[in-house]
């Protein structure tokens, strides 16, 4: 049962975004379709991050002795001013791991 629940969700994202990548379909979509589409991403991520950086233990943590929220913000200026993702990730990853271990 779980090897035909993970082959049907393979199916299912494979064909969803083959619809839309294929050149050679006759599938377009036009620019308002488009313009609603380039929301979804940015949403879905905060949907995920902002659980986990405001409410770490279940409760709201707004409080410099939150690690989350900390490196959160750093990662936040660090990619405002660096414009540069790996060095971001790396440097946020690293002051969040020294908070949580202090």
């Known amino acids: 049962m779980i090897w035909l629940t993970i ?11 083959y619809l839309f990548l294929e050149p050679k379909l006759p599938l377009r979509l036009n620019a308002q379709a488009q313009k609603l589409l380039s929301y979804s991403s940015p949403a879905v991520l905060t949907a995920i991050w902002a659980p ?10 707004l409080s410099w ?20 993702v790996l060095l971001t990730a790396v440097i ?6 020294l908070l949580s271990a202090f």
């Open 7 to 17: 082959l049907a969700m393979t199916l299912l994202v494979f064909s969803s975004r």
């Open 52 to 61: 986990i950086v405001f409410l770490p233990k279940g409760e709201l943590a």
């Open 65 to 84: 002795h939150n690690p989350y929220l900390v490196a959160a913000l750093v990662a936040v200026l660090l990619a405002w001013k660096l414009k540069n």
């Open 92 to 97: 946020s990853m690293s002051i969040f791991f």
